[in-house]
């Protein structure tokens, strides 16, 4: 496991006008922008500012809900991500992929898009849709093609699509391009391979048609919010977002990760993140405020996704500092954008700065390097 007594890593969800479904009435009119590039470039450059370790970009093939007084849409998450990538520096770009329905060549192929618009700061969150997601029948009926699996039968079909996409991503050798004049040719075809993989769920051959992207492997994060996540994570993840509403439920799923990494015999860091729900006021005053405008006539809202926490910027930083044994950093949900962004990057980075708990500076050229991890040999080049 990653040593947590290292400076914090930190990541953020940008996604609409936030986590709770009413956000938008904070601000109507800059609401408006939630659909526009320029609304998410804004985001990023304080989040770069900042120096944050990566930008959480959620994605599902389902409306948000069925209540019309709701923020609803999205846009693609890999698209959005690529958009920024030539437009930040630093900071890492993670788009997450409902696994159960897109295709893992289609994964192999965008994030590895991805790290080359980034120049190495991909990664890429996989995400499920079986029977414990609420919106699971809502997503198979947009493709139908199949019925909701059970959530076993989803993670054990999501281990395939990891293991898939790792072998595509080193489906070309870093030097199959050879750009030879004298006998003209690009690719030494020797260099690419097919994956051949068959399973219970798909069979892919490969090669894939995009060149082995600048870091390799781009990250594999995983969120884990059940326990029949934890062994996709222990296999393949690099980093682990555990989401649990309460932290003796979280601390309950990192312990079962860690000992499930160590069953697995790791050979690399597995870097493991708290995920947090957060509303963010400067006062308990203007806590109280938002709350009045947020959950007036909301009638049932969703369970947020990780740990809650609703207080000033001081408190935070508290939380932050303390996040427990076996936690990295955090995935931080924002009830409200911008505005929680703005507080967070103003008000409470500075304060983990000052008490060193947080970088001042990027270090590292890729998103690998910032998480400890080295640039994996390919398993086909020996």
């Given at each position: ?24 009435k904070l601000v109507p009119d800059q609401s408006r922008g939630a659909f526009t590039a320029r609304y998410y470039l804004r985001l990023a450059a304080l989040a770069q ?334």
């Amino acid at each position: 496991m990653a040593d947590t007594t290292l400076p914090l890593h930190l990541g953020v969800s940008l996604g609409g006008t936030g986590t709770h479904p009413r956000a938008w009435k904070l601000v109507p009119d800059q609401s408006r922008g939630a659909f526009t590039a320029r609304y998410y470039l804004r985001l990023a450059a304080l989040a770069q500012e900042a120096k944050l370790d990566f930008l959480y970009f959620g994605d599902a093939y389902a409306l948000q809900s069925s209540d019309d007084r709701d923020f609803r849409g999205r846009l693609d998450a890999v698209l959005l991500a690529s958009r920024l990538g030539p437009a930040t520096e630093g900071i890492g770009l993670v788009p997450a992929f409902t696994v159960t329905h897109a295709e893992p060549f289609h994964v192999s192929k965008a994030v590895a898009t991805l790290d080359f618009a980034s120049l190495g700061r991909a990664g890429w969150s996989i995400r499920t849709a079986g029977a414990d997601d609420p919106y699971a029948e809502e997503q198979s009926e947009h493709f139908g093609r199949r019925a909701v699996p059970t959530t076993e039968q989803a993670y054990a079909e999501a281990a395939d699509v990891a293991e898939v996409v790792k072998r595509l991503f080193d489906s070309w050798e870093d030097d199959a391009e050879i750009r030879d004049l004298a006998t003209g040719r690009f690719i030494d075809r020797d260099k690419l391979h097919y994956v051949d993989f068959a399973g219970d769920f798909f069979s892919v051959k490969g090669p894939s048609i995009t060149p082995r992207p600048p870091q390799g492997q781009p990250v594999t994060v995983v969120p884990v919010d059940t326990s029949a996540a934890v062994p996709v994570a222990a296999r393949y993840a690099e980093v682990a977002i555990i989401s649990a509403t309460d932290r003796a439920a979280a601390a309950e799923l990192v312990r079962q990760v860690q000992q499930a990494a160590v069953e697995a015999g790791r050979a690399t860091e597995l870097t493991v993140l708290l995920e947090l729900d957060v509303l963010l006021a400067r006062s308990a005053e203007q806590l109280t405020e938002l709350r009045a405008v947020l959950d007036a006539d909301s009638g049932r809202l969703p369970a947020p996704r990780g740990v809650e926490f609703q207080g000033t910027p001081e408190e935070l930083v508290e939380v932050l500092a303390d996040l427990g044994p076996g936690f990295g950093g955090a995935l931080v949900d924002f009830a409200a954008l911008p505005s929680g962004l703005e507080l967070f990057t103003s008000l409470v980075v500075p304060r983990l700065q000052e008490r060193g708990l947080f970088r001042t500076e990027y270090a590292e050229a890729t998103l690998r390097e910032r998480f400890g991890l080295d640039r994996p040999t390919n398993v086909y080049a020996a």
